[in-house]
């Protein structure tokens, strides 16, 4: 068979001349810079998505789980297994359009700048002939359902079989998309794993990638994503933070709505009423685990929109909606089980991707939390390669952060509206955290101002989601603190200029699960017992004017006994669950204040020292 080329490049799969113009300028220049072998355009199939799974296999990327329908695993360099802030960079001509310029003597926190200049010369380092031997895959691919007035188009060039085989779950990918893109415009994103053939040195477990190099960069006025050296998640899937948060919430920015790092679910009370709501948590702080959450109470009902992504805007009638941009879950394994959560359980039975889980001998993964559903005589191979690994051992089975990557179709919760083109109508926004002390289960904001604030000071335990070690309580604006792309005082400004006349601004509330009692024990159940704070979120947001709620200084919180709490496995403190440690509180705004005038400086909105004001004032009356 004579292959056709492009470029010089034979391609050998799909059709070049059937490429949108714009998109063959896109690949002209991608590959004349990165000087692939072979050049493939797919088409999103499933007997392409056998051929990739095939290539992984054969190159020992990806293990086959006989134990499962269509399931493999990989195993990632140990060095490439995390989001890495460090190396992440916005580019604008202006360093003060992307970061505030902090207090002098003081280092930013929020987010990494590189002048276009600079970036030219980083990408003139990392991307020429960057692929050589390798495809290049080229993906068109829709963030949002197909023909939704509020979704966008993305195309990515990447040199890695596992993202193509990744990217087709997250995002809907392939040839149905070419065909609705036509000449509209998309966001450019360019992926190399960064080795190209011969190696120069051995991969270290088959997992291509290069730490030294590596760089995620975005040029937010331009809607490009340029990243380089690693193959994981968030680095990679190009579709999800980088597009869908960082060039999203720019793009969100010029056009007037919010591009944000929430779940959005839909609740069912047993009278039958259903409102949705958006919660925004942290990396590893519970998103997936809400969004697929199993009511403990009797007759509620909890659907699916979206886990970790969501757009929003308001409709002409003043109604905030949402749209899930994304097409699958990229959840965290570690903790996930049948009693935590068993909806994530059986939706990762088929089609799933893992990385950096165990397996057991049956052909099967495990992963911190499964102990008990472990068979008998079965033996576990850690993530690391470690065989015969025992619990209890040193180190873990699974990688902390470890993760499924799997269709959101098959999730058994999810929401019957998960793809209206309209989004779902949104009563309830949810900021939340891990706070060992001092922060109550849930508090309501005072109105849309005090709601701001309260995102802007969310703060959370790190975890592994990116490069940290340690339990250390760091800001996190808007749990968006690794994904903002502009300056984060005009963030806050974005969001307190949604307040307009005419729309029908959603309740804001701030939830904490990872309270702790004096022995560090959780003072709250959590998981399907998550429940029950939504049904008093949702009652707050009813038209019927219950009497559940009193004035704290940190918003209203629950009367006492307004939080169902029958046929909890275990008694709770409501006192030490809503418990407002005075001293803690002073020490609290006092750091709040710190950090947004230290980190935002010039660029912070002066309704925020209003609010740390206020804050200070109703606590030193308490
Ligand atoms: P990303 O995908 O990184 O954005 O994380 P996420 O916000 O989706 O968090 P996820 O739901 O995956 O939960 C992260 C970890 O927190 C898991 O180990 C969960 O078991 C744990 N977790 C989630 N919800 C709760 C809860 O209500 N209580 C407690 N104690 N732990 C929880
Ligand atoms: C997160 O870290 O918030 C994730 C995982 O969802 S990643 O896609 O790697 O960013
Ligand atoms: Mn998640």
């Not at 920015?253 to 925004?280: C, D, F, Q, S």
């Not at 939340?432 to 849930?442: E, F």
């Not at 340690?470 to 994904?483: A, I, L």
Request: aromatic share 10%; hydrophobic share 35%.
């Amino acid at each position: 068979m004579k292959l056709v080329s492009f470029k010089g490049v034979p391609v050998v799969r799909g059709n070049v001349d059937s490429l949108p113009r714009k998109v063959l300028t896109f690949l002209e220049h991608d590959v004349e810079l990165c000087q692939p072998a072979f050049i493939h355009i797919c088409d999103g199939s499933d007997e392409e998505n056998r051929l990739m799974l095939d290539i992984l296999i054969a190159e020992g990327i990806v293990q086959p789980l006989p134990k499962y329908e269509n399931c493999v695993l990989a195993h990632t360099d140990p060095r490439d297994v995390a989001r890495v802030e460090s190396k992440t960079f916005i580019s604008t001509e202006s360093q003060r359009e992307a970061i505030p310029v902090p207090k002098p003597g003081v280092k930013g926190q929020l987010g990494n700048w590189m002048s276009p200049e600079d970036l030219d010369v980083a990408i003139k380092k990392r991307f020429p002939g960057c692929m050589k031997g390798r495809t290049l895959y080229l993906l068109a691919y829709c963030m949002g359902p197909m023909g939704s007035p509020l979704s966008k188009f993305g195309i990515q060039a990447t040199d890695s079989a596992y993202v193509v085989a990744c990217m087709r779950i997250m995002t809907r990918m392939g040839m149905q998309v070419l065909d609705a893109m036509g000449d509209s415009d998309f966001v450019r994103c360019l992926h190399s794993v960064g080795c190209p053939l011969p190696l120069k040195e051995p991969l270290r477990r088959d997992w291509p990638c290069n730490p030294d190099l590596t760089l995620i960069a975005h040029k937010t006025a331009t809607n490009e994503v340029m990243s380089f050296g690693s193959g994981y998640g968030g680095n990679s899937l190009l579709g999800k933070k980088c597009f869908s948060l960082r060039i999203g919430s720019a793009i969100a920015r010029r056009e007037g709505w919010l591009a944000e790092h929430m779940l959005i679910v839909g609740v069912t009370n047993p009278e039958g009423v259903k409102r949705y709501l958006v919660a925004a948590f942290p990396s590893q702080c519970g998103k997936t685990n809400l969004a697929m959450l199993t009511a403990s109470l009797p007759g509620y009902k909890v659907e699916c929109v979206g886990d970790d992504i969501a757009w929003m805007r308001f409709d002409e009638k003043g109604q905030l909606r949402a749209i899930n941009p994304e097409n699958g879950f990229f959840g965290v394994c570690p903790g996930t089980n049948n009693k935590t959560n068993p909806i994530a359980m059986e939706t990762i039975q088929r089609n799933t991707v893992f990385t950096n889980v165990a397996k057991t001998s049956d052909g099967g993964v495990f992963w911190e939390g499964l102990e008990e559903d472990l068979p008998k005589g079965v033996s576990i191979t850690s993530w690391l390669g470690e065989e015969n690994w025992q619990p209890g051992s040193e180190r873990p089975a699974a990688h902390p952060n470890s993760r499924f990557c799997v269709p959101a179709c098959q999730c058994p919760t999810i929401d019957p509206n998960w793809e209206d083109p309209a989004g779902v109508p949104i009563d309830a926004i949810i900021f939340g955290g891990r706070r060992p002390v001092g922060v109550p289960l849930v508090y309501e904001s005072l109105n849309w101002q005090h709601g701001v604030f309260v995102g802007a000071t969310v703060s959370s335990e790190a975890t592994t989601a990116a490069e940290y070690s340690g339990h250390e309580v760091m800001h996190d604006p808007f749990s968006s603190r690794p994904f903002l792309s502009y300056n984060a005082g005009n963030y806050i400004g974005h969001w307190l200029e949604m307040e307009k006349p005419g729309c029908k601004m959603p309740k804001i509330f701030h939830v904490n699960w990872f309270r702790r009692d004096s022995k560090g024990k959780f003072l709250w159940p959590g998981f399907g017992d998550n429940i029950r704070v939504l049904d008093w979120i949702l009652r707050r947001c009813s038209d019927e004017k219950e009497d559940i709620a009193q004035m704290s200084p940190v918003g209203f919180i629950p009367k006492k006994g307004s939080i169902n709490m029958e046929g909890l496995e275990n008694p709770v403190d409501w006192n030490e669950l809503f418990d407002l440690p005075k001293d803690f509180w002073m020490t609290e705004v006092d750091n709040i204040e710190k950090y947004l005038t230290d980190q935002i400086n010039e660029d912070l909105p002066p309704e925020m020292l209003k609010e740390i004001q206020d804050l200070r004032q109703r606590f030193s009356q308490y």
